[in-house]
């Protein structure tokens, strides 16, 4: 049994070793992510949506001390808590690019009506 434990302490520390080389700018991203929150929270509009880089900046904290753990000591639990941290972040992050996608795309057909709209007023106030 001790030889098992042993032999899946040392799969852990090598499979959690690039989590744990990358834990560094991982920190640092999410330390910069938190103080970006802050600082949005600051402004009237930004006070709206600053909790979303606070939370995803707080993710990726949490993943890389998690990896760092789970490189440590071996702990195949700390290894899942980083990984399911990573997939929580890209998930955040690919559902807030799509809306802001989306989000673009209405932007631009707005802005394109409106034009539109404000030409046909203006050959409308030329013919009168």
Same mark, same amino acid.
């Not at 799969?11 to 929150?37: C, P």
């Not at 890389?64 to 998930?91: C, E, H, R, V």
């Not at 989000?103 to 203006?122: C, K, P, R, Y």
């Given at each position: ?34 103080? $970006? ?23 990726? $904290? ?26 929580? $972040?890209? %998930? ?21 009506? %409106? ?7 203006? %050959? $409308?106030?030329?013919?009168?």
């Amino acid at each position: 049994m001790e030889e098992k434990t042993f032999v899946e302490e040392n799969l852990v520390r090598e499979i959690s070793n690039s989590l744990s080389h990358a834990s560094g700018w991982m920190k640092f991203l999410g330390i910069v992510m938190i103080i $970006y929150g802050v600082m949005m929270a600051l402004t009237i509009v930004g006070i709206i949506i600053a909790w979303l880089p606070i939370w995803l900046g707080i993710i990726v $904290y949490q993943a890389a001390k998690n990896s760092k753990t789970a490189t440590l000591t071996g702990d195949k639990f700390m290894l899942m808590k980083s990984l399911q941290n990573i997939n929580n $972040y890209f %998930t955040i992050s690919g559902i807030l690019l799509i809306i802001s996608i989306l989000l673009s795309v209405l932007f631009v057909v707005i802005v394109v009506l %409106t034009g539109f709209a404000f030409e046909n007023l203006a %050959t $409308y106030l030329d013919s009168m």
